[in-house]
Nanobody, 124 residues
Framework: QVQLVESGGGLVQAGGSLRLSCAAS????????MAWFYQAAGKEREFVAG????????VYGDSGKGRFTISRDNAKNMAYLQMNSLKPEDTAVYYC?????????????????WGQGLQVTVSS
């Protein structure tokens, strides 16, 4: 299995940027599809973005399309989420997730491994 640890969250003003990082340890990182989800208070956990094993394919949910960029560095066992033009409605706990599936999927149940989550707060 793989262990995931997120970092890079915090408080930012609307219009600002944050870069979230996800460090993976354990099994071979390049064997996993990686994704980011977010969960606002009182709401369901939702898909933000996903990236294929080789980074050849990226998929974005509606919330981050055009503003967020997912990437990965298999040599460093790292996944990233660059978030630009942040809005107050982006405030949530963000989770890194890993899947042994061969394709990127937006369904939460497809991801077997999860980080502990980190808070992102965007002030207006």
């Amino acid at each position: 299995q793989v262990q995931l640890v997120e970092s890079g969250g915090g408080l930012v003003q609307a219009g600002g940027s944050l870069r979230l990082s996800c460090a993976a340890s354990g099994r071979t990182f390049s064997n996993y599809v990686m994704a980011w989800f977010y969960q606002a208070a009182g709401k369901e956990r939702e898909f933000v973005a996903g990236i294929s094993r080789s980074a050849s394919t990226t998929v974005y949910g509606d919330s981050g399309k055009g503003r967020f960029t997912i990437s990965r560095d298999n040599a460093k066992n790292m996944a990233y989420l660059q978030m630009n033009s942040l809005k107050p409605e982006d405030t949530a706990v963000y989770y890194c997730a890993a899947s042994t599936d061969r394709v990127v999927d937006s369904l939460r149940r497809k991801y077997e491994y999860w980080g502990q989550g980190l808070q992102v707060t965007v002030s207006s």
